[in-house]
């Protein structure tokens, strides 16, 4: 049972031209939004959230779109650069109230790839 | 600077063997993770913990244990490794959630072989 959905395994975007990556959820209960930039052996880096109050975040060159009656977000990349070539995890939290821990719930990733 | 480290970056371990994961951060943070990432499946959250001594089961918590004696150092057990816990094991550490921010920060991964 699958809560959050990346259902791009993988994405080719031409360097200078706007990059989407799609992420779905099933949980009502999640209330805030990351996504995750990660390199071949490095862990994941933060790079951009957004709670369920605001329906967009904009950080320089990401922005991330949330459509909360879809249960649906993306994250926008424009210009797509080299360097952003990357795999992509979209997390869901849902506030837990045992005590303020709670666990991210990741999506499988999108493999995003700039062509030159 | 935040950091989280973890004891190895690569390992080699044999079926049967007791296997210790050690991470550590700097930042203070109360709660630490374990999450495991397999090709196609993501990142799956293994062990949590909120404070010293405490510990919450993940999703996949079968076949490991935690623990947490001090507050920066958050140990993941194999207690009998097996192979289809070959994976790269990637720790992570908060402040607990409140207000309208929230993000985990991850040390660089161990990827383990076990064979």
């Known amino acids: 049972d699958q809560q959050v959905k990346q259902n791009s395994p993988s994405l080719s975007v031409q360097e200078g031209r706007i990059s989407i990556l799609n992420c779905d959820y099933t949980?009502?209960?999640?209330?805030?939004f990351l996504w995750y930039k990660k390199y071949p052996a490095e862990g994941p880096t933060f790079l951009i959230s957004?709670?369920?109050?605001?329906d967009k975040n904009e950080d320089g060159r990401f922005t991330v779109f949330l459509n909360k009656s879809a249960k649906h977000l993306s994250l926008h990349i424009v210009p797509s650069q080299p360097g952003d070539s990357a795999v992509y995890f979209c997390?869901?939290?849902?506030?837990?109230?045992?005590?303020?821990?709670?666990?991210?719930?990741f999506g499988k990733g999108t493999h995003l790839i700039i062509q030159p | 600077d935040v950091k989280v480290t973890q004891s190895s970056r690569y390992l080699v371990k044999r079926t049967g063997e007791k296997v210790f994961l050690e991470c550590v951060q700097d930042m203070d943070h109360e709660n630490m993770f374990w999450y495991r990432q397999d090709p196609g499946l993501g990142l799956r959250l293994i062990y949590f913990?909120?404070?010293?001594?405490?510990?919450e089961k993940g999703d996949i918590p079968e076949g490991y244990s935690v623990s947490r004696e001090k507050k920066e150092r958050f140990s993941l057990i194999l207690e009998s490794a097996s192979t289809n816990q070959t994976s790269m094991y990637l720790c992570a550490s908060s402040l607990p959630r409140s207000g309208s921010f929230y993000e985990q920060f991850f040390g660089p991964g161990t990827r383990l072989t076990v064979l």
């Open positions: 913990s909120y404070d010293v001594k405490m510990k």
């Open positions: 997390a869901a939290s849902a506030l837990w109230s045992g005590g303020g821990a709670d666990g991210l719930t």
């Open positions: 957004i709670s369920s109050i605001k």
């Open positions: 949980n009502s209960m999640f209330d805030y």
